[in-house]
């Protein structure tokens, strides 16, 4: 196999060595793109999918650390590895146990350098521009939160680890699943889905793991099974927590022998297999009231990925409306009709028990209702009092200065919580000198020492 080529971000305020390095990396078949500056090298990072930072330790302004650090909360699944001088080793080697993937000693040997890089590529996923071509038609954001999560999906999607996806209803779990099979090895093969929660337990038996002709009353003749015909492919069991405790059994054992035997079968038969699984429910109390067989959900839970509600990402509601209206004009084959801006803001402003699901369906209707280009305040104001508690689901949103002195208060409590109530180490934390921090608590009314063990 040969070796994958990537996205490289070069950071280094020397311009003769950043040159030198680029010119390596190009040469290895990758792309590169350079920044003088930790600065730089954030903004770069709007504009250029990066598979990997290399970034000098050293550097005027914003170092290596500090763009370290930034990187592990604007992309922390991506790789950094730092160039360091002799006399730096000992930062370096601390700075991979606070996240950076590797680092490489002055001067940078070739070899060394590509074989890094390599490394760095083979456990970065699926590139992400093939990532973000496979969501993007389906999966409709702007919000970090969101962000993140589906930079953990890359990650896992080109693994056969198993997937738990987890999240209120409504949320996109099943769309989640597919855009993992779509960025799979397995993508060729079915993608199959089936709600464990829709039948009764004998007909969900026989759904996933087939039945022999006469094994029941109704049984007239053979089915594989939805196992059987996802065979190379994707599994998503939906709603895996209100599979019967009987049918738990065995499926925990179809996941440790990769072996199904169908209903009224006296042989096993092999299946290749990859299950990605969904529940809305809290597993863990699901586990502690004897509903849930715990082997069986670190079994699917290798990898668990919450979904937010929409109600957390509220800078979503506004895009998402208008990508269901430019669907519904798709389907229709009409003008794409758009939301009159107090119409928009109550849609923002409303709580949406039924997440994305209910946001589709109450965008649909107003489609359907208005018969001129432009959605009224009235039309959404009546589709919204339709919804079950409606009215008591709009939320009032805070003035923005309001909404930045909770966020700056809450963010000083939880400095005080992580250094013991230490006004020195939480000021080091926050990177402020202690008079502007003790200046800050003093704002907004902070006794540290309620936070003291």
């Known amino acids: 196999m040969s070796a994958r080529s990537g996205n490289i971000l070069l950071v280094d305020d020397d311009p003769s060595l ?20 930790g600065a730089a090298a954030l903004r770069a990072l709007d504009e250029f999918a990066a598979d990997c930072v290399i970034t000098d330790l050293r550097m005027n302004g914003m170092d290596g650390i500090d763009l370290l650090e930034r990187l592990t909360e604007k992309r922390p699944s991506l790789p950094v590895i730092l160039i360091t001088a002799h006399g730096t080793i000992p930062e370096a080697v601390a700075a991979t146990q606070r996240g950076a993937l590797d680092f490489l000693s002055k001067p940078v040997d070739k070899d060394i350098l590509l074989e890094r890089v390599a ?6 996923g699926v590139a992400v521009e093939d990532w973000r071509a496979i969501w993007a038609d389906r999966i409709v954001t702007r919000s970090p939160s969101m962000y993140r999560l589906l930079e953990e999906a890359r990650l896992v ?5 198993s997937v738990l996806v987890t999240g209120a209803s409504g949320t996109g779990k099943e769309v989640l699943a597919r855009a993992l099979h779509e960025a799979s090895p397995r993508r060729r093969h079915p993608f199959v889905a089936i709600n464990c929660g829709a039948m009764p337990e004998q007909l ?5 793991f087939g039945h022999e002709k006469g094994a029941f009353t109704d049984a007239k003749q053979a089915q594989q099974g939805l196992f059987r015909s996802a065979e190379g492919g994707t599994l998503f069991l939906d709603e895996i927590g209100d ?5 738990q059994v065995k499926l925990l054992r179809v996941l440790q022998e990769r072996e199904v ?15 990605v699984s969904a529940t809305h429910r809290d597993l863990g109390m699901n586990i502690e009231a004897e509903e849930f067989r715990e082997d069986l959900y670190y079994r699917l839970a290798v990898v668990t990925l919450a979904l937010p509600s929409l109600r957390d990402r509220p800078e979503d509601i506004a895009p998402l409306a208008r990508h269901f209206l430019e669907l519904i004009a798709r389907r229709n084959g009409r003008r794409t009709k758009v939301y009159a801006p107090d119409a928009l803001e109550l849609l923002c402003a409303h709580d949406w028990p039924g997440n994305i699901r209910q946001l589709s369906n109450v965008v649909e209707q107003n489609v359907t209702l208005t018969r001129g ?35 700056v208060r809450d963010y000083l409590i939880q400095l005080l919580q992580i250094a013991d109530g230490n006004v020195a180490r939480s000021a080091r934390l926050a ?13 907004h009314e902070i006794d540290s020492t309620l936070y003291k063990s």
């Open 119 to 124: 490394a760095a590529l083979g456990q970065s």
């Open 261 to 275: 035997r169908p209903v009224g079968a006296s042989q096993s038969l092999p299946v290749d297999v990859r299950v």
């Open 243 to 247: 599979m019967p405790l009987a049918l």
């Open 373 to 407: 280009h432009i959605i009224s305040l009235a039309a959404v104001e009546k589709a919204l009092a339709g919804q079950a508690g409606s009215r008591e689901r709009t939320r009032t949103l805070k003035p923005l200065a309001e909404a930045r002195d909770d966020f």
């Open 157 to 161: 999607a080109d693994s056969d680890t």
């Open 18 to 37: 950043r040159r030198l390095l680029a010119l390596r990396i190009e040469g290895a078949g990758h792309t590169v793109e350079t920044a003088d500056s």
């Open 431 to 443: 990177k402020r000198n202690r008079t502007e921090f003790y200046k800050l608590l003093n704002r």
């Open 204 to 208: 969900l038996e026989s759904e996933l």
